[in-house]
T-cell receptor, first 113, second 114 residues
Framework: KAGVTQTPRYLIKTRGQQVTLSCSPI?????VSWYQQTPGQGLQFLFE???????NKGNFPGRFSGRQFSNSRSEMNVSTLELGDSALYLC????????????FGEGSWLTVV | QQQVKQSPQSLIVQKGGISIINCAYE??????FPWYQQFPGKGPALLIA?????SEKKEGRFTISFNKSAKQFSLHIMDSQPGDSATYFC?????????????FGEGTQLTVNP
């Protein structure tokens, strides 16, 4: 069974640009969540989607947005990039949600210059 | 808002020794506490998780101990091996509704010397 797949793995963007990251969950998983990982802040929850609806949202500015498609694949978008957005962005999927095993992808490394 | 305190930040253990990492949480509406292991350049991988209908869960060399009244849980790695050298994160559910929202501890960087 394929794991959580994230693309692209690495990318470099310039301040002010926007970026879209993609995530394909494990087959059959309907919950997709996104996390930001930085050395200073650790792993922080961005948002979670279930059946194409945002079910939970973390404390990030509105520049961070996401969506989920009918096939459970998800994308997250960051607009007007700032240097502080440089991070590893992790997608995780689970069958239902908390209480069910949550699996992470390898992440997308974003560098903003 | 849920907070999870993890200690120690770093841990150095000799091969064959026991590694112990502790976590404390504030509140949770759901009883599910996972531990993740992360190697450099990789995403976190689920190591072991506990649902507190039991106070301890063991999988191979890894054991979670859970103390619900104290709101604490810990990871014990028996017979630690150099291949266990990684960063370990504990997590607890946060939020009042169901969902995959986890609050993570700050992480513990474990080094197992050969």
């Amino acid at each position: 069974k394929a794991g959580v797949t994230q693309t692209p793995r690495y990318l470099i963007k310039t301040r002010g640009q926007q970026v879209t990251l993609s995530c394909s969950p494990i087959s059959g998983h309907r919950s997709v969540s996104w996390y930001q990982q930085t050395p200073g802040q650790g792993l922080q929850f961005l948002f979670e989607y279930f059946s194409e609806t945002q079910r939970n949202k973390g404390n990030f500015p509105g520049r961070f947005s996401g969506r989920q498609f009918s096939n459970s694949r998800s994308e997250m978008n960051v607009s007007t990039l700032e240097l502080g957005d440089s991070a590893l962005y992790l997608c995780a999927s689970s069958f239902v949600g908390v209480g069910n095993t949550i699996y992470f992808g390898e992440g997308s490394w974003l560098t903003v210059v | 808002q849920q907070q999870v305190k993890q200690s120690p930040q770093s841990l150095i253990v000799q091969k064959g020794g026991i590694s112990i990492i502790n976590c404390a949480y504030e509140n949770t509406a759901f009883d599910y506490f996972p531990w993740y292991q992360q190697f450099p350049g990789k995403g976190p991988a689920l190591l072991i998780a506990i649902r507190p209908d039991v106070s301890e869960k063991k999988e191979g060399r890894f054991t979670i101990s859970f103390n619900k009244s104290a709101k604490q849980f810990s990871l014990h790695i028996m017979d630690s091996q150099p291949g266990d050298s990684a960063t370990y994160f504990c997590a607890a559910p946060s939020g009042e509704t169901s969902g995959s929202r986890l609050t993570f501890g700050e992480g513990t960087q474990l080094t197992v010397n050969p």
